[in-house]
């Protein structure tokens, strides 16, 4: 996934949390998030399955009830401790 691929999808994951029909929830997964910059970024209830992860800025990012299932890159986190703000 190119930077403004996930640009996108941050934006109308943006609109969607905010319940706005223009919005369409994040599907981010098999995505090659590797060293992406997601600073900050509200990804709650986004769909990160098997998504990769590994060297990913996740400083301040917002998991809560993302699906992280089967990520790459968030080894050594506990079960719940993948469904909490980050």
């Known amino acids: 996934m190119d930077s403004d691929q996930l640009a996108a999808a ?3 994951h943006a609109r969607w ?3 706005n029909p223009a919005g369409a929830r994040a599907d981010l997964r098999e995505a090659n998030l590797q060293k992406a910059d997601l600073r900050e970024a509200d990804l709650q ?3 990160l399955w ?3 992860l590994r060297e990913a800025d996740l400083r301040g990012a917002n998991l809560w009830r993302a699906n992280l299932e089967g990520t790459i890159g968030l080894e050594g986190g506990s079960e719940e401790g993948r469904n909490r703000e980050y």
């Open 10 to 12: 941050l934006a109308a």
């Open 17 to 19: 949390l905010e319940n």
């Open 45 to 47: 209830g986004a769909d």
């Open 50 to 52: 098997r998504a990769n």
